[in-house]
């Protein structure tokens, strides 16, 4: 799991756009560091269990 903060609203909708599309659509990679994330375009995105309206749990299809 990779959590992280920023603006969940606008993000989801937008990959929900996208995923709406399928096949056609974007991958997206996130670079923190040394470290690289991908998101295929077929994943799953929801608000994580926690207090922080901000953070997200990502799952792959």
């Not at 990679?29 to 953070?55: E, H, Q």
């Amino acid at each position: 799991m990779f959590v992280t903060s920023f603006r969940f609203t606008e993000f989801r909708s937008e990959w929900e756009t996208n995923l709406n599309n399928y096949p056609l659509g974007i991958d997206i990679f996130f670079f923190v560091k040394n470290t690289v994330i991908g998101l295929p375009r077929t994943t799953k995105i929801s608000k994580a269990d926690t207090d922080y309206a901000t953070d997200i749990r990502i799952q792959n299809s």
